[in-house]
């Protein structure tokens, strides 16, 4: 199965509704995603369940604000990119806020994603770092 960016959106989408079963419909078990910096999230997380603790833990940490709009989509053979803008504060800190560009590489496999990098350009990355400190 070619990726595609409709593929694309609907990995994001399946993320979104916290449903494993449809989660792994896009999302391979023995995927693995790196998350840059040098924070309490940052490195690399290992299978599918280890993301998904991830994205939990930055829900919880953000208090469900954390927002990632689209802003465009390349695709090559068995990658994607997505760029995005990310948005959202601390739980318990409305003032302590994220607002940043993004880039997502993603490595796919029959259909999946295996691997996942995030890019973050600029003094971005030590926004990053402060944002999750």
């Not at 695709?75 to 318990?92: E, F, M, P, Q, V």
């Amino acid at each position: 199965m070619r990726v595609n960016e409709d593929r694309l959106r609907k990995a994001y989408d399946a993320l979104a509704t916290g449903d494993r079963n449809v989660i792994a419909e896009y999302w391979a078990e023995d995927m693995a995603w790196l998350v840059p910096g040098h924070n309490q999230l940052s490195g690399w997380k290992r299978g599918l369940d280890e993301f998904l603790t991830f994205m939990e833990k930055v829900g919880i940490l953000t208090d469900n604000s954390f927002q990632m709009s689209w802003e465009g989509v390349i695709i090559t053979g068995d990658l994607s990119a997505d760029i995005r803008h990310n948005t959202g504060h601390r739980a318990g800190d409305r003032n302590k806020r994220l607002d940043i560009d993004v880039v997502h590489i993603l490595r796919w496999r029959d259909g999946k994603v295996v691997e996942g990098r995030g890019v973050i350009s600029g003094d971005g990355t030590a926004q990053f770092d402060e944002f999750w400190s």
